[in-house]
Structures are given as structure tokens and as C-alpha cells.
């Protein structure tokens, strides 16, 4: 019940224009009728079936990052000079170098705990089971080796570090100082180098931005419409080369931006308000490589079965409050019935309706505007 109402309250910014045709709608029929003699109004049939709410809006994809939005910072806390430097747009894995200081490699491990003391034998904690956990991934060490010591330092794990060192070309010491590693969650994409090569590397020194490797659609819907958007819900979205892909929300931001139109007078654009809804896809590779680009997302947030359906444009609004539609009969006589309001799919423009004398296949008016 609290999805409709939050349904309900998205739909009033789409209904709230037929309350202009209503003020002539509900003074008589005999100024409608004039109108569909004119040619000025059309008919749409009553619709009954499946329908799903849908909104949608342009989005931009790109990739993801931190929850609020923000690049991951690279930071240095080896002391030497930088020797290599990742390049912005290029792909940093789990236990590859991201940089070099003084011709050492210094790796990305993944995890989201930086790396903020020594580690060797008898450390335990969750830097240690990070640690461990990169281990297993990459192939150097076997889960059940780990068995009941995944948060613990022991000699499995400075045998199988010693190994990953000798791979990257270090010193097989079997133990990882904070100036070893770099520890950020999952593979990165470089977006920015902040760092000079050649440069002197300062402990605590930002060596670049990145994002996440996965694929990510942000979408600044109206308020009203993101108010009908749950995490979960499903999505497609149509890329540049007009190929479509699936997705899901993961995530709906809590700051309301918006925009206004500089205009004047009549022309003048009213300030909407919005919430960024970021939308997951299923399959990365569909995107390839495109960046920075608009695509056209569509949201399903409800599904109804054996929907009575009208068009949007249909409703005529009450003085009293709540909505109408006007039927023409076989004869060419008209009748208002009133009707309750469902789910909307706002992306094609339909409102599901409930009323009394209702039912698929009657032929609505579609006022003219």
C-alpha cells in the first residue's frame, strides 16, 4: 500500500495539466462535442491486460565509484620518486602494479580497509583477513589452508605473500608495510594522474583518481518520479548505437538537485527538483568502451495484471477532486464516469482505472489541448 501511494504522488505532476480541460469537460458536454465535430478531439479504446509503471529520462553512463558518487584517491606512502605512473583510462587488476617508486612496484590489493600498519606473522584483524582474502583470489594460497584463520597472519599466509612478491619482482620478505601496497575496493579504472613522473613521492601524497571497473547509469529523475523507484527494480537502457541492455537500481541519492530556465515571462521554465537514481547493468561488455555518454533509461517499478488502461491525456479532473473519463456510445451519446487511479506507466503514457461502467474496449475521448 505505501508503493501506490508513492505511485499515486508521482503521478500527480503528469495529471495536473487535465485539470485546464476539466474546467470546460465538467461545465457541459456541449462545447466537447463541438470540438469532436471540429476534428479537435480523437478516441482511444479502453485497454485491458498486463501493465507495468515505467518511468524515463536521459541518463549518463559511465563508470561506478563510491556510493556518493566521488572517485577512489590513489594515495602514496612510499617515500622515493615516482618511476611510473598509471594512465588515465587504463585498467588496474587485484595484485597488479598501479605504480612504481624508485623501480619497485607498488600493487593494488583489494579490500576496503587501507593499509595502515605492518603485517607479518601474528597479526590478526581485518586487514589481515583482507590480505588473505587477496591471496586465495589471486591463486597463491587455498581456502582451506585458511581454515579457521582467515583474520589471522599466519605462515600460510607469509609463504604465499612471498610468492606474490617474487611475481611483482620485490624483496620476498613475506610481511607488507603500508608503503608496499595500496588496499581500495576492487579492480580500478584510472580517471586522473595527480602525480608528475620524476617527482619526489611524499607518504600521504594523491597518485590518482579512479573509478570501479563496472558499468554504471546515473539518472537525475524529477522527485516526483523517483519517489515510484525502489532499489531492485529493474531497468533497460538504450545505448548510443540504439542496442538496448538490461539493468537494476542500486542506489537512489538523497540530494535533491535541479535546474531552472533563465527565461522570462511566458517562456519561462519552472524549477524542477531531482534525485540521482544510479542503475547497474547486467552485462558490462554491452557498453564496450563508452564514456561520458547520454543513453535513454526506462524503469519498471510495478507490474499489474488485467489492467483496465486509458491515456493519460483521458483524465479529466473534478472540481470536487478525483478524475474522470468521458465514453462515447454506440449511438454517439457521451457519459463521465468517474474513475480511481492506479499504476502509471509513465513512459508510454497510460494511467490504470477502476470504475463503475467501465470496460475494455470503450471508446474514450481524448480532449484536445
Known sequence: MKRKTRVLAGAAVLVAVVAVVAIGAFGGSSGAQDEADDGATALASVEQGRLASRVSDTGTLGYAAQPDGTPYAVVNQASGVFTRLPSAGGEIGCGESLYRVDNDPVPLLCGGTPLYRPLDEGVSGPDARELNRNLVDLGYAKRSDLEGAQNEFGSTTADALAELQDDL??????????????FLPGPLRITRVSA???????????????????????VALDASEAGTVAVGDRARVTLPDNSTTAGKVTRIGTVVGGGSGSASGEDSESTSSTLPVYVKLERDNDAGAVDEAPVQVEITTDRVKDALSVPVTALLASAGGGYAVETVGDDGGRELVSVDLGAFDHANGLVQVTGSGLAAGDQVVIPAT
Do not use: F, N
Open 169 to 182: 619482482g620485490l624483496e620476498e620478505s613475506g610481511s607488507l608495510k603500508p608503503s608496499d601496497a595500496v
Open 196 to 218: 608528475t613522473l620524476g617527482t619526489t613521492s611524499q607518504p600521504g601524497s594523491p597518485v590518482a583518481q579512479a573509478t570501479s571497473t563496472r558499468r554504471r547509469v546515473e
